[in-house]
């Protein structure tokens, strides 16, 4: 077996037996969901949920990056790195896993945003635009673990890992276009909305979902990727012990 | 005798201080201790060799493999148990061992994870959560997930630190055995009295320089003679009586060295009660390798005697 399955599959089973952070990575997007797309008052449509729900899709695979990208720092401080490192697979195979898992975590939760939004009332989107979707998820997904994971090599300690991403996620949330369009936007928030990239993930979505190919994002994503991928495995070498 | 690890003028600096300094050891299929005293250079030593440090200057080489040049063919032949532990405690001992054959590669690992398992004297709790393992059962556990893809050398960083008298017997035990296995087990340590009874073949490091190396029986030989042990009560002034060295004072006890142990011992107490001191306690053993270890850290240095109870601390004696 591969060595990148095999470090993801250790780390979701680890995810799944510690029962609390399990059960709250699954409730806390529900509860998002629910409270913004049920309990806002707004006027520039009527089905205020089926507009937000790509936005939430996109901000439960911001969160779960987050947290995926302490799994890196936490190998580290507990000394497992030290085991792996020993091995024969190759080392990047350690942080492929990670990338992978955080994705995989990711895609788990916006599932469950995803068919409870549908039994909330938004309308089903065909299984073409549900792949699409998924597309774009598990892009967007791989594209925030590795800036996590570069981001937790890189500050390398956990507390301050924790601040910096508790100070990242609120702002980049609130000036994206996950809870309103451009046009209901005050003028100021415009430009930093179709600049930030969570916009790019949540217009994706909502393109596809009214039945539009977003191949300019999409290629965004995909470069985006590659080139955050390649300086994460560069630093990743240079880490030390 | 064929080499399995070589280290030629091996030396790592870590920015000012050199951690471990131009060593030469040779290694050949036997069980090698590398004793020495914490903050001496083992830690850095194993991790050289196990190719997740590249040395400053020198070369290192496994099974005739440079560690530098191809460090994934030597982590084949290796396996390697740092000195802090790391499980998984919420996988069961069988996980985390099953986690490791897969990682490793090896052809069957669930017959392989299953008959390590049972080596070790674990299969009775092997489905039990790591959480619930006694520190004894952990480190047992660790040398599973080591054993699994069957090494050629095995690299154990202090493996019996922070263990009871029992679980540490057993890991020597299994140590042991490994090495009637046709392994080759490097293992670093500092208990000198562990060292003596399980080790082929020590080297003594101190401040990254290994200062001898040979076997625990003519590494003892390097004192002859007996150590006498004294306990007394007031300020002893150890003015010279012939024959007798003066090696080290830990509170109330002072430790000498003499060719006869009985003679000296009953001029040492003549010279206490001359003093008008009261002598506690007086005993004459044979020297021990802590005894060849300070004489030799001793010969590099002056002949003004050391402080043994700070000494005593870096050795980790355990009284
Ligand atoms: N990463 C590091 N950076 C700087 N100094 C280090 C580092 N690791 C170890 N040292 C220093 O190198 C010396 C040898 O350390 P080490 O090999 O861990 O000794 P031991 O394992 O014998 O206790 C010590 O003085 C230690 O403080
Ligand atoms: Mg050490």
Redesign the interface.
Known sequence: ?N?II??CV?DL??WF??KWGFISALVAPAAWLIFVGLALPVTFTDNYLAFVTPGILVMTTLSASMQGGALIIMDKI???Y?????????RESILFGKILVTTIRGIIQSTIILVLAFLLGVPIYSPLQIIGVYLILILFGCLLSSVTTTLAISIGEHDSYAAVTAMITMPLFFTSSAMMPYSSMPEWLRIPAHINPLSIAIDSIRDVTAGLIPGQSILILVILTIFVVSINVKLFRRVK? | MSSTLIAEDLTCNYGNLCAVDSMNIDVGNEIFGLLGPNGSGKTTTV?MF????EPTKGTASVCGIDVVKYP?KV??H?????Q???L?V??TGR?NVR??A????VSRPKEMTDEVIGVLDLAERADDYVKTYSGGMRRRLELA?ALVHDPQVLFLDEPTVGLDVAARRKIWDHIRSLKKKGMTVFVTTHYMDEADRNCDRIAFIDKGRVRKCDTPASLKTIISGDIIVATIKGNFSFSNIPDIRFIGQQEDEITFLAHDGQRASELIHREVLSQGLTLHSLYVRKPTLDDVFLHLVDDNEDTRPMNMSTYRNMLGKRR
Not at chain 1, 82 to 90: E, I, Q, V
Not at chain 2, 102 to 105: A, D, P, R
């Open positions: 077996m060595a095999i470090y250790r089973i680890r037996r510690g507990l000394g497992f030290n085991k792996f490192m020993a091995l024969p697979p190759s012990l | 991790l196990t190719t997740l440090l994934k982590r084949e290796i396996s390697y148990v740092p802090d532990m790391a998984d919420r996988l996980e986690f490791f897969e990682l490793y590669g997930q």
